[in-house]
């Protein structure tokens, strides 16, 4: 972040000149326990915690000011009064992302949104001085920390948009001003939240809603919901995926000796350190936002040899026993789980390992519950998983209804349950895919198998 006083921030915000409007601001902090030296805090309110009870922290960190709804006058520490300090947060990271002259990319999508914003991210650092989001900063928190964390050098910003409801994906959009908004897919992630499919894809539609006109729509050629995102989107319009008829067509190849993804985008041969044949959709799509600013498809290729994935999405590790371990345990959706099964099975031929699936329950589907279970325990056994370790009650109550047909399965009621038992279901040479929603705590699974010990030979 580049430096700003008080005074600027008090102005972004609409506020008066504070008495002290010369002390300088040289981060924002929303925690207390680390960045807050010579930093603006923010007392955000949480579910759990109130900034405004870390105000006395603050200020023995040497926090240079703060943002609070509740001013405290005992504390030592100047404080700029607003209705609510998430939205002064927004604001700020809008009126300061505007003093720079950038390349702006949006990215959103139901699935593979994190992927693609980091292959983007690769990609455009061969030629751009680029900030990205980090790790899950992809909220109303954290998508203006990533604008605040811009500086003069920076020449392009690649940014991941979530959301959890409509308009959500509008008010980051107009706080980021993408020229380049990516939408990877349009699923049932959330559906319990906004009731129909046709609902998420009019709010993921936000991000095109705020492109200028002269920007650039990057939209899933094979995606049901196509026509629709077109409708929105501005005139030049770049298609990517499986279909034929896409402007980047992605092709899946057999994956590496270590399970590593081989693709063609139109034509051109990509392999990259991340197993997932979802991989070669997600490379197109990148692909595409890379063309609109100059890049060649084999610039790309280029880019991303040997690009790994973020933490826990599609991460290959290897654990003791020569376990391969696919860590997918972020998060779940319908099409990511069937993804993950389908990686999973080309892992294990090209390996020739024995494909064990420990699938978690997936959150927040609505009335959609059962069918999506009931989908996964279905693609599970298409693919020929050897066992299949169900956490959850949603996954239990599919695996029983499928009845004598169902893939062969352990059952176990939570993560912890399933960590103390996962060493004892698995074989040296194992191949095993780990994948749930973020709330199931599968990373558990996944610690206890990297501990070795306890592996049948």
């Avoid at 702006?104 to 139901?110: A, D, E, L, N």
């Avoid at 190849?253 to 034509?267: K, L, M």
Wanted: proline share 5%; with cysteine; hydrophobic share 45%.
């Amino acid at each position: 972040m580049d430096r700003m006083t008080l005074g600027w921030v008090a102005q972004a915000l609409g506020l008066e000149a504070p008495d002290r409007g010369h002390v300088p601001i040289t981060g924002v902090s929303i925690d207390t326990r680390s960045g807050c030296d010579g930093a603006l805090f923010i007392a955000l309110r949480g579910e759990r915690t109130d900034g405004h009870a870390f105000l006395g922290q603050a200020a023995a960190a040497n926090a240079a000011a703060a943002i609070v709804a509740r001013p405290d006058p005992v504390v030592n520490l100047p404080q700029l009064v607003v209705d609510d300090p998430l939205l002064a947060l927004g604001k700020l990271a809008r009126a300061y992302a505007d003093r720079y002259k950038l390349v702006r990319i949006g990215v959103t999508g139901s699935v593979g949104k994190t992927s693609v914003r980091a292959m983007i991210g690769t990609i455009l650092a061969t030629r751009f001085a680029v900030c990205a989001s980090l790790g899950n900063h992809n909220n109303e928190i954290g998508v203006p920390l990533t604008l605040l964390s811009l500086e003069g050098r920076h020449t392009a910003l690649v940014t991941e948009l979530a959301m959890r409801g409509s308009g959500q994906i509008a008010y980051l959009a107009e706080m980021v001003q993408p020229s380049i908004g990516v939408i990877t897919s349009i699923g049932v992630s959330h559906i319990e939240l906004l009731g129909t499919r046709e609902r998420i894809a009019q709010a993921k539609a936000e991000l095109l809603d705020a492109l200028p006109r002269d920007g650039t729509a990057v939209l899933p050629a094979d995606d049901p919901y196509l026509s629709f995102l077109k409708e929105r989107a501005p005139a030049d319009i770049r298609t990517f995926g499986f279909a034929s008829a896409a402007d980047f067509v992605c092709r899946a190849s057999a994956p590496g000796p270590n399970g590593e993804a081989r693709f063609t985008v139109n034509g051109v041969g990509f392999e990259i350190g991340a197993p997932g044949v979802h991989h070669a959709r997600n490379g197109a799509a990148a692909c595409a936002a890379a063309a609109a600013l100059g890049l060649s498809v084999e610039d790309c290729a280029e880019a991303l040899q040997g690009f790994r994935t973020p933490e826990m999405r599609m991460e290959a590790l290897r654990a003791p026993g020569d376990i391969l371990v696919l860590n997918d345990a972020y998060n779940a959706a319908p099409d990511s789980v069937r993804a993950a099964l389908d990686t999973l099975a080309e892992t294990a031929r090209a390996t020739g390992r024995r494909p064990i699936a420990v699938l978690g329950d997936m959150k927040e589907l609505g009335a959609y519950v059962e069918d999506a279970h009931r989908q996964a325990i279905e693609a599970a056994d298409r693919s020929g998983v050897h066992l299949l370790v169900a956490v959850g009650s949603s996954m239990a109550d599919a695996h029983a209804r499928a009845g004598s047909s169902a893939v062969a399965a352990v059952l176990y009621p939570d993560s912890t349950s399933a960590a103390d038992r996962i060493r004892r279901l698995v074989q040296a040479g194992d191949v095993v895919l780990v994948k749930g929603s973020r709330a199931m705590e599968l990373d558990r699974v996944v610690q206890r198998l990297m501990q070795g010990g306890e592996a049948e030979p």
